[in-house]
């Protein structure tokens, strides 16, 4: 489960392509928005070949969202950029109304509050989310699961976020006994907890948003976009330059690192999962944010990063928090076995090796 993790998407100036987006995972709030912001303001001077475009970004989900809408080829491009991010503030405000587990009235939280084994009717938007949620766990053998927060909140990478010791086996057993995918059951438009499980869509629901923007845009007849929440990114039509997007997936390292691929993405989503900055340790023992659903411990295998490329950033963002959890042996398997389009960076010794999945490398031709 991805906790607090955000990525930038910056225009790679020292190659003259202000298209290029880099994603940069498990960056504070501050210091993402901050890059973000000096890059927009010193980058790259416009060719005369781009397309007029117009970018805003504001808060959401306890992180930030960029947004980019591109205008068509020919003829003129009016937009009144205050009036559409207020009409997107306001969807968004929406998405959080239903699906926040930091606002108290929120129909998530007052889901979970539900009595056990009383079936709840939801929005549509909630059951489309705990859909897609399930469907992720049941493929990934329970690695991907919206009820892992008990173990998340224990190893204290939860919203305090002070994590600092490890717990002992009585707090752990307890956690575990608060945690289930199959113990959330779902019908056409409600669902129930048949044990004292709670939901977090945390690892979903920025994808979700994401899409649900997208859609928005697309509704209101923008043919050319670039969304991003908190790191889930998703693209429709071109770039200002006319071409596809291109996605640039960041080197791991503790600090900024640069640009290890790029990559050309067109009417798809992008999401990465990694634990090289977000972790702790105890008597010398690394302890990573990623936790397996499965033994209620964090991660101990040497995958850096896993980056997942579909056509929702929902599905992206879910798949890319379950192959992290499987690590890159049974992950990669999983990944050829459903045919995602993943890349993956795994640790070696003091360096990395890529490895991806047989559709990814379809990406690169």
């Not at 880099?22 to 397309?51: D, N, V, W």
Request: charged share 20%; net charge negative.
């Amino acid at each position: 489960m991805k906790t607090l993790c955000w990525m930038t998407l910056v225009a790679n100036c020292k190659a003259h392509m202000p298209d290029i987006m880099i994603i940069k995972k498990r960056l504070t709030l501050l210091s993402a928005s901050f890059l973000f912001l000096c890059l927009l303001i010193s980058g790259c001077t416009p060719s005369g070949t781009e397309r007029p475009s117009v970018k805003f970004s504001g808060q959401t989900m306890g992180t930030h969202y960029h947004i980019t809408v591109v205008g068509p080829a020919s003829g003129e491009f009016e937009v009144n950029v205050d009036a559409l991010q207020s009409a997107v503030d306001e969807q968004l405000v929406q998405i959080n109304q239903m699906m926040s587990t930091y606002i108290d009235d929120s129909e998530l939280m007052q889901f979970n509050r539900e009595p056990v084994n009383e079936w709840v009717e939801l929005s549509e938007p909630v059951m489309e989310v705990l859909s897609i949620s399930e469907d992720i766990s049941q493929r990934s053998y329970g690695a991907f699961d919206i009820t892992v927060g008990p173990l998340v909140n224990l190893w204290g990478f939860g919203p305090q976020m002070q994590p600092d010791r490890v717990p002992d086996p009585d707090e752990l057993a307890a956690a575990l006994a608060r945690t289930g995918h199959e113990y959330l059951q779902l019908d056409v438009n409600r669902a129930r907890r048949t044990a004292n499980i709670s939901v977090d869509l945390s690892a979903v629901a920025k994808g979700y948003g994401v899409d649900w923007i997208a859609n928005f845009l697309t509704d209101r007849g923008f043919d050319n976009f670039m969304v991003e929440i908190g790191g889930e990114v998703r693209v429709v039509g071109d770039s200002p330059r006319s071409t596809p997007w291109r996605i640039a997936i960041e080197q791991p390292s503790v600090l900024a690192g640069g640009a290890r691929l790029a990559l050309n993405v067109d009417n798809h989503a992008v999401a990465t999962s990694g634990d090289y900055r977000n972790y702790f340790e105890v008597d010398g023992v690394r302890y990573s944010h990623t936790i397996n659903p499965k033994t209620g411990r964090p991660i101990k295998h040497n995958l850096a990063s896993v980056t997942v490329v579909a056509e929702t950033a929902a599905r992206a963002d879910a798949w890319a928090t379950a192959l992290n959890v499987l690590g890159p042996e049974k992950g990669m398997e999983l990944a050829n076995a459903e045919q995602l389009a993943v890349y993956m960076i795994v640790k070696d010794g003091d360096g990395f090796v890529d490895t991806q999945s047989v559709t990814f490398s379809q990406l690169l031709h």
